[in-house]
Every structure is written in structure tokens, then in C-alpha cells.
């Protein structure tokens, strides 16, 4: 066989091996086998220069040839494995839009910060501002400052949850350093007034704690929301006029509200106030207790006592404080006749609000 001849054979049999590669990596080595540093066709190439001048030209077309020849298979083929893959690789991408959707369970706001947030927007709409104070306070804000006297049965360890002492059964420390649970909001006027001056008119919502166990009317964690306002020439009948417009804002035009006398040790006088029934309009029913009213709030005119240790003048003001129950209101808002729906995230429940 001429070198020719073997060129010939060479160029058939490299052909072959293309058209019978079937992915892009079998395609590679036939390259490499032929083309390759030390492929058959480079070996022949090499070759050449031993040939004598009259061979050489023919020689050399004749290879140049085959290699053109294999290149250009070599590139077609990888056009068409290249097809084939992307083809198959889109095909197994490809998304079933027919296929019936996955829900996710979408979240919302629980009812209790509904309420609290109505709360809040019916007095920012009057000129308040929101406050917080912390839920772990000390005896000072909760009992002293609000003239709690030392012997006052809210101090007691049955209502109180207090910070002890793990070692004994005693607290940290005896007195008004120590350290409890906020058992109402009404810290939260201690902290403001001790901070700002009047005009102050401030709420401050949030949760307070105590030693209850959790009935259809108790629960050991609830919500209020506290107000203050301090001012010159506050009166009781402006606490009324503000009481009496939060209702109404908060569960329609036709409620009324009554003022019951009641005591809290830091205002005096202090009320309890109760809204018209919304289900028998006062006549009395089973949801009223046959009552016609139900209470929702604490208030009074600030005690001139409180005022002393925070060092405002109780000569040139006044002022009035309520606290709020936020699940009483919620409760009656919504009709929920127990109290320990709004805490056992049962989403069942929460799901209607
Ligand atoms: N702190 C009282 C309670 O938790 C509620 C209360 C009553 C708050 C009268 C007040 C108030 O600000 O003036 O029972």
C-alpha cells in the first residue's frame, strides 16, 4: 500500500469512528485518536518530511485533505450531539404547568394586636403618644410609686409572680428593689412621668402577668393598654368625654357607658366603667349575666400621691389614667365567651379574624 492508499484507508476509518460516536465525550477521543498529539493522521503528517521531493507534494495534499475532512465530520457531529443534548436537557427541564398548585398557609396578624392597634389609632387620633415600659419591673414602679401601701394585698405571692431566689423561698431582696412580672400597665405612667414634663398625654399598651389560673375569665398573661394624660385643668369630666368617645369609636355610635365608683390605690376618685350590652342593648341577657352592662376599663383622676414621687406639682395639675383590658374588649368585640382562645393559637380560631 502507497501512503496515499493508507491516507485513503485512514480518512474512511476516522469517518466511521465519528459518525459512531454517540456523545460529545466518545467524540473527543475519536479527535484525539486522529488528531491528537500522538493520533494516527499527526503520526503520518510527521511523517512527510522523510518522503523524497517527487512524493512529497501529493503526499502532503492528499493528508491535508483527510484532515479537512475529519475536521469538518469532527464539527458536524459535535453540532448535532450538542443539539440532541441541549434538546434532551431542555426536555428534562421542563415544567408541567398543568400540574394543580401548592398552598402555603398565609399567616395574619393575631386578633389581640388588632385590637390593641385599634386602640392605639383611636387615641393617636386624639393627640396621644405610645409609650412602653418593660415587663419585668421592679416593685418601686408597680406597687410604691402607685401608692400601693406596703400591706396592700396585691403585693401578696399569691398574685404576684416575683424574681426568687433559687437557693431559698425568700425574694432577691425584700422591698421595693424587688424584682417582679408587671402585674398592670400602670408602671408604664410611672416611667413617663418620670421622664417627662406635663403636658403629657401618653398610652402605653402591653402585657402584664399574674398568679391567675387560666379560666373562661382569668388568665395568667394579658394584654392592656394604659392612658395618662397630665395637663393643667384636667378634669373628671374629660376623662368621662375621652372614655365615652373611645367606646363609641370602638364599638359604634349607639353604646353607652356608665361609671361605676371603685377604688384604685393611685387615683382618686376612681371608677370602673362598664359598656352597654351589645346583644340586649342593657335590657339584660345571658351574655351580659343579666346585667345589661360589662365592664372593660379601670380609671381615676391621678392621686396626688403619685404625683409626689415623680416631683410634679399637684398645685398647678391634674390628670386622669385608665387601663384597658385589651381581651375583655376583643372578647366583647368578637363574642368570644372565653378568654383562653386568645392565648392557645389554636389557627383554627385565629383563622376567623
Ligand atoms: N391597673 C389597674 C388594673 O390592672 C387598672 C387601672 C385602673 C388603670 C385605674 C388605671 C386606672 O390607669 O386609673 O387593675
Redesign the pocket.
Known sequence: MTIGEDLRALEAESLTAVEGATTLDALEEVRIAYLGKRGSLTAILRGLGALSAEERPEVGRISNEVRRALESALDRRREALERTARASRIAAEAVDVTLPGRARPLGHQHVLHQVVDEIVEVFSGLGYRVAEGPEVELDYYNFTALNHPADHPARALQDTFYARDLSGDTAVVEGESDVLLR????PG?VHVMESEKPPIYVIVPGK?YRRDVADPSHLPQFT?V???VVDEGVTFGDLKGTLEHFVREMFGPDRRVRLRPHF?P??EP?AEVDVSCGICGGEGCRSCGGEGWLEI????MVDPNVFGYVGIDPERYTGF???IGAERIAGLKYGVPDLRHFIEGDTRFLHQF
Do not use: P
Open positions: 402585674t398592670h400597665t400602670s405612667q402584664v392592656q394604659e392612658g395618662l384604685f393611685f387615683t376612681s376599663l379601670g380609671c381615676g389614667a385608665f387601663g
